[in-house]
Protein backbone atom coordinates (compact mmCIF):
# COMPACT_ATOMS: atom_id res chain seq x y z
CA UNK A 1 0.00 0.00 0.00
CA UNK A 2 1.55 3.30 -1.37
CA UNK A 3 1.43 6.21 1.42
CA UNK A 4 3.36 9.40 1.08
CA UNK A 5 2.79 11.25 3.75
CA UNK A 6 3.77 14.64 4.30
CA UNK A 7 4.51 17.28 7.47
CA UNK A 8 6.35 19.56 8.86
CA UNK A 9 3.77 22.70 7.80
CA UNK A 10 2.77 25.57 9.92
CA UNK A 11 2.42 29.51 9.99
CA UNK A 12 4.97 31.46 9.51
CA UNK A 13 5.81 35.00 9.16
CA UNK A 14 7.04 36.75 5.71
CA UNK A 15 10.86 36.03 5.74
CA UNK A 16 10.47 32.87 7.76
CA UNK A 17 11.73 29.25 7.58
CA UNK A 18 9.98 25.62 7.43
CA UNK A 19 11.36 22.80 6.78
CA UNK A 20 8.75 20.17 5.56
CA UNK A 21 9.58 15.91 5.35
CA UNK A 22 8.16 13.37 3.46
CA UNK A 23 8.13 9.75 4.16
CA UNK A 24 7.26 7.61 1.20
CA UNK A 25 6.25 3.71 1.82
CA UNK A 26 4.66 0.88 -0.26
CA UNK A 27 7.47 0.95 -2.99
CA UNK A 28 11.20 1.43 -3.76
CA UNK A 29 10.79 5.14 -3.96
CA UNK A 30 14.46 5.56 -3.75
CA UNK A 31 14.50 4.70 -7.25
CA UNK A 32 12.48 7.13 -8.57
CA UNK A 33 12.84 11.05 -8.58
CA UNK A 34 10.72 12.79 -6.11
CA UNK A 35 8.63 16.32 -6.10
CA UNK A 36 7.52 18.59 -3.88
CA UNK A 37 4.42 20.25 -5.32
CA UNK A 38 1.82 22.60 -3.96
CA UNK A 39 -1.61 23.88 -4.30
CA UNK A 40 -2.69 27.35 -3.68
CA UNK A 41 -6.69 27.67 -2.80
CA UNK A 42 -8.14 28.34 -6.35
CA UNK A 43 -4.99 27.32 -8.40
CA UNK A 44 -3.79 23.79 -10.03
CA UNK A 45 -1.40 22.22 -8.30
CA UNK A 46 2.13 22.65 -9.17
CA UNK A 47 5.64 21.03 -9.35
CA UNK A 48 8.08 23.64 -7.01
CA UNK A 49 11.18 21.00 -6.29
CA UNK A 50 12.20 17.91 -7.53
CA UNK A 51 15.48 15.98 -6.63
CA UNK A 52 16.53 13.03 -8.73
CA UNK A 53 17.49 9.35 -7.43
CA UNK A 54 21.00 10.32 -7.67
CA UNK A 55 20.11 13.39 -5.84
CA UNK A 56 19.86 16.23 -8.30
CA UNK A 57 17.90 18.79 -7.68
CA UNK A 58 15.44 21.27 -9.50
CA UNK A 59 13.32 24.19 -8.81
CA UNK A 60 10.83 26.52 -10.11
CA UNK A 61 11.82 30.02 -10.70
CA UNK A 62 9.55 31.05 -8.58
CA UNK A 63 11.55 29.48 -5.38
CA UNK A 64 14.74 29.00 -6.98
CA UNK A 65 17.23 30.45 -4.64
CA UNK A 66 14.79 29.64 -1.21
CA UNK A 67 13.68 26.41 -1.66
CA UNK A 68 16.13 23.46 -1.41
CA UNK A 69 15.35 19.26 -1.73
CA UNK A 70 17.18 16.80 -0.04
CA UNK A 71 16.50 13.16 0.28
CA UNK A 72 17.30 11.58 3.67
CA UNK A 73 19.96 8.70 3.78
CA UNK A 74 17.18 5.78 3.54
CA UNK A 75 16.31 7.37 0.24
CA UNK A 76 12.38 6.96 1.31
CA UNK A 77 12.38 10.10 2.79
CA UNK A 78 12.50 13.38 1.09
CA UNK A 79 12.41 17.12 2.65
CA UNK A 80 11.87 20.94 1.58
CA UNK A 81 14.02 23.97 3.18
CA UNK A 82 12.28 26.18 2.50
CA UNK A 83 13.92 30.03 3.41
CA UNK A 84 12.64 33.61 2.98
CA UNK A 85 9.31 32.89 2.76
CA UNK A 86 6.42 34.87 1.06
CA UNK A 87 2.82 35.25 1.49
CA UNK A 88 2.50 33.12 -2.52
CA UNK A 89 4.24 30.19 -1.41
CA UNK A 90 1.06 29.72 0.70
CA UNK A 91 -0.33 26.45 -0.42
CA UNK A 92 -1.24 22.85 0.70
CA UNK A 93 2.69 20.94 -0.41
CA UNK A 94 2.47 17.64 -1.31
CA UNK A 95 5.36 14.93 -2.04
CA UNK A 96 5.35 12.76 -4.96
CA UNK A 97 7.20 11.01 -7.63
CA UNK A 98 7.87 12.32 -10.41
CA UNK A 99 5.84 12.63 -12.39
CA UNK A 100 3.03 11.55 -9.86
CA UNK A 101 2.77 7.99 -8.83
CA UNK A 102 -0.02 6.56 -10.94
CA UNK A 103 -3.14 4.43 -9.25
CA UNK A 104 -2.82 0.96 -11.81
CA UNK A 105 -6.10 0.03 -10.34
CA UNK A 106 -7.60 3.48 -11.11
CA UNK A 107 -6.84 4.86 -14.88
CA UNK A 108 -6.41 8.54 -14.80
CA UNK A 109 -5.57 8.91 -11.14
CA UNK A 110 -2.58 9.47 -9.09
CA UNK A 111 -1.37 8.41 -5.51
CA UNK A 112 -1.57 11.48 -2.90
CA UNK A 113 -1.03 12.17 0.61
CA UNK A 114 -3.05 14.48 2.87
CA UNK A 115 -0.36 17.34 2.39
CA UNK A 116 0.95 19.80 4.90
CA UNK A 117 -0.31 23.40 5.00
CA UNK A 118 1.74 26.22 5.00
CA UNK A 119 0.64 29.66 5.30
CA UNK A 120 2.67 32.51 5.49
CA UNK A 121 1.62 35.94 6.88
CA UNK A 122 2.76 39.09 5.43
Known amino acids: QVQLVESGGGLVQAGGSLRLSCAAS????????MGWYRQAPGAERELVAS???????NYAESVKGRFTSARGTGKDTVFLQMTSLKPVDTAVYYC????????????????WGQGTQVTVSS
Open 96 to 111: NTKPPLKILESPGNNY
Open 26 to 33: GGTFSRFD
Open 51 to 57: ISSGGVP
